[in-house]
């Protein structure tokens, strides 16, 4: 029956290829392919830049390492924008692995390193690679400039696994945010991190001392004979200047302040 | 002749004997196959999978292909003839980061085809790795790394035979580069029966070349969110 057969063959081909395609992914389209042909590293399209000292770290270790007899190409990729038409492999290292080292390999074994916010993954990267890249983790959270660190670590403990060590630069270790180390990490910019929660600790404090200085004056006019404004006394006062604070209102204004305009 | 993409025939994209035929795998190897399919597709939450061969059509191979060597898969960009587009000097507003793409894809004998660097830019042109960093001058459509994608000042009017003239290469229906035989053309992801030539270059179009036997072929590209343009002053 080989109609039958065919047709069930179609059946699931079709199903499992409209369950998830990126098997089907399997010619050019990833730009790392193209670019790793005449360079070693593929660095993430803007605005996932990796900064420049990290970027000089990698390719002088690269370098180091190929002069050691340990050649290798490394792609980081931050987003999908950074896969062309393959970006369903965003979340499978070792997938797109896979797929990039049959783009570049043309009867050769090249050694290929990919390093993705969701893990690492590689191919022909020597017997102990296993071991060797099992304690090394990408922080998702750092952007571009976490790749970067990771695959210092890892061609570190690759070149090192292989017999053929290179020194893993100091950077490596830090533990930064985008935009650490110079460069634009495409991430929030610290002044906005670290800036805003002073400016509002900043607010609140000045808030508590005006509220201090009203309320000082407002005992000193007590003190001198008080107005129509105070006639309910401090302590509703107060309680008056909570409820108004909360609702977003000058207290200035309802406890017999300057008025905004004194025309 | 110019072609938009309602004009490109949908219907028989689907019928495409190029893409469809194959000598289909045993029972068992195909059962394997499909397993491995979906559990491929099972660990990539949410995707929408934009890669996937176009209408969800059975892949004519699910064999890799590879890049191919040799100065016929890897052409250079060529010497920069002047078919009538204005060759500009590098620096101006018009080359600040470019906002319209196209990504063409090239195959022959089932090998990728490098689009190289410099398509569009005028010796002596400055490298940097795998991409074209500047030149004497650069053309309104031009690419400046080798992945394929074909750069276009906004507003351009170009075809696919425009960039090949730029480009100093052969194209016909029945040639592409030195290769020759049957061309076969798809626009995202879509069987185009016209003249391969008259392909329009339209802003974030995904482009396939083939001669020879069939490959997978992509619908989509994800572009760079800020261009690819690189070229300094």
Known sequence: MPSLRRLTCLVLLAASAAAGAPAAARADGDPAS??????????PYAPNKVPDDLQTALDAQLKAAKAKGYELKVA???????M???????????????????????????RVLVVLPSGLGGNNLGGKAGDALGPVQVDPGAGAAGLARAALQAIGALTRANGTPVPVPALASQTGKPGDGG?????????????????LVALVAGGAILRDRRREEDEEQEDDGGSPADENGGEEAAAEDAATESAG????????GPPADPQ | MTYDST???????????????????????????ALSLGACGA???GSPAPGALAGGRVPATAEPVSIGIGPRLRPGPGALPQPGLPCRPIGGARDERTREAVHLE??????????????????????????VRGGRCAMPLRTTEPTGVIELTPGTRATVGDLFAVWGRKLGDRQLLSFRGPVHAWVDGRRDRGPVGGIALLDGRQIVIVVGPPVPVHATYAFPPEGVSRLQP
């Open chain 1, 84 to 110: 062309g038409s393959v970006p369903q492999l965003f979340t499978a290292p070792q997938k797109y692995a896979d797929l990039l080292t049959s783009e570049i390999a043309f009867n050769t074994k090249p």
């Open chain 2, 106 to 131: 090239l195959f022959a004998q089932r090998r990728i085809v490098i689009v190289p660097a410099g398509i569009g830019i005028g010796a002596p042109r400055r490298t940097d790795g795998a991409f």
């Open chain 1, 76 to 82: 980081l990729i931050a987003a999908q924008t950074d």
């Open chain 2, 7 to 33: 004009e490109v025939p949908r219907a028989a994209a689907r019928h495409d004997p190029r893409v469809v035929r194959s000598s289909l795998p045993r029972l068992p190897t195909c059962l394997a196959l």
């Open chain 1, 183 to 199: 460069g634009d990490g495409g991430g929030p910019s610290p002044l906005l991190v670290f800036g805003l929660p002073v400016l």
């Open chain 1, 34 to 43: 193209d670019v790793l042909l005449s360079q070693s590293v593929f660095y």
């Open chain 1, 249 to 256: 209102q000058d207290p200035a204004r309802e406890h017999g």
């Open chain 2, 43 to 45: 660990g990539v939450p």
